[in-house]
Structure formats: C-alpha cells, structure tokens
T-cell receptor
Framework: DTGVSQDPRHKITKRGQNVTFRCDPI?????LYWYRQTLGQGPEFLTY????????KSRLLSDRFSAERPKGSFSTLEIQRTEQGDSAMYLC???????????FGPGTRLTVL | GESVGLHLPTLSVQEGDNSIINCAYS??????FIWYKQESGKGPQFIID?????DKRQGQRVTVLLNKTVKHLSLQIAATQPGDSAVYFC??????????FGTGTLLAVQP
C-alpha cells in the first residue's frame, strides 16, 4: 500500500499526558498537512509543511501542539498536557504541489479520559 | 469569515436513483473546490474537483456543478449504489493551501 499511513490508529490517554502521532506521506509528495476532525464535522486545518518547512499554522494549534517534519519525509504531531477537548480524529494528508489533490491517511483517533 | 457548509445533513435515496448533494460556500477567494467521500473509520477519499473558473466537471458517475453567482456547489451521483453510502464533504482551497471543509452530508442508499 503506497498511500498515506498514520500511527497509531487509536490512542487513549489520561488528561495531562503527552501524546505523539506519526504520519508517513506518499513518498514523492512534498506537501504534508495535519487536520483535526470531531464527530459529525468536517476536518479542520491545523498546519502544513512544504518539505521540512512549516509554512502555516492555524489558530487552532495552541502552544501545546507542535508538529515537525525534520527530513521532509514523515511528520510527527505532539500534544502536550492533553485535555479532554483534544479528543478527536487527527488526519494527515499529502499532496504533490499546491492546489493538487490532498490524499488523506486513515487518521489517529485520540481519546482523552 | 471563511466557511463552507452544506444544506442537508442527511440524504436518503433508493438504489439506482440519482443523488444530489449540495454545498454553500462563503469564501469567494477559493481557487478550487473538492468533493470528498468519507466512510466510517476511514480518512476522506477524493471524488472530484473543480477549478473556480469552471462551472461543470464530469467524472465516472459523478458530476460537480459550480454556481459562483450564488456561491453554490453540488455533487450529482448517477445510479447510486449501496457502496456510495458515506458522508460527503465539500472543501474549498486556494493560495493558502489549506482546505476548508463543510460539515458533511450523510448519504444513505436504500436497497
């Protein structure tokens, strides 16, 4: 399977703990995006990278959230001091260049107890 | 602010009928629009896109119509099949590269 992959698929954590998610984009795609989706809603943009550079961050991305893409390939999204409101599906997408189709991964479902 | 929203939260159709899913948007700066299909437990799957300088685009069994005058987008699915049952989202994109999604329409295909 050469699509976008995400790990883990599910994460249950206690409030206050830190969590880290990984996204592996399609290999030749230089743009990588993170979105958050809550039940019944459309995905909300969090941030995106072009190669290793983080070019835009949403106001939704509080200082507890940090994303990296150190070698321009896989990316990680870390949430520090998780809160119950962080419970959501975290989606990663990649694309070849701006304006092109974004291919989504299966998502990581986070539950904060 | 920017928003892309849907008229109907749920659409129920009979197998074999045509489906029409509607979407309204407010951001006139979107350069393109995309329809995504999302099945339970999966990420959104690309269906079809349309550039803002077009008013119609056809794919396999799907047609997207764009009316910029009233800021309205629709997805038509011909001969709807049980496998088409899913949540459908429209999304707008532009120079900022992020996609702005609507809230989704659940399409339920009755056999």
């Amino acid at each position: 399977d050469t699509g976008v992959s995400q790990d883990p698929r599910h994460k249950i954590t206690k409030r206050g703990q830190n969590v880290t998610f990984r996204c592996d984009p399609i290999s030749e795609h230089n743009r990588l995006y993170w979105y958050r989706q809550t039940l019944g809603q459309g995905p909300e943009f969090l941030t995106y990278f072009q190669n290793e550079a983080q070019l835009e961050k949403s106001r939704l991305l509080s200082d507890r959230f940090s994303a990296e893409r150190p070698k321009g390939s896989f990316s990680t999204l870390e949430i520090q001091r998780t809160e119950q409101g962080d419970s959501a599906m975290y989606l990663c997408a990649s694309s070849l260049y701006a304006g092109n189709e974004q291919f989504f991964g299966p998502g990581t479902r986070l539950t904060v107890l | 602010g920017e928003s892309v929203g849907l008229h109907l939260p749920t659409l129920s159709v009979q197998e074999g009928d045509n489906s029409i899913i509607n979407c309204a948007y407010s951001n006139s700066a979107s350069d393109y629009f995309i329809w995504y299909k999302q099945e339970s437990g999966k990420g959104p799957q690309f269906i079809i896109d349309i550039r803002s300088n077009m008013d119609k685009r056809q794919g396999q069994r799907v047609t997207v119509l764009l009316n910029k005058t009233v800021k309205h987008l629709s997805l038509q699915i011909a001969a709807t099949q049980p496998g088409d049952s899913a949540v459908y989202f429209c999304a707008g994109g532009g120079a900022t590269n992020k996609l702005i999604f609507g809230t989704g329409t659940l399409l339920a295909v009755q056999p």
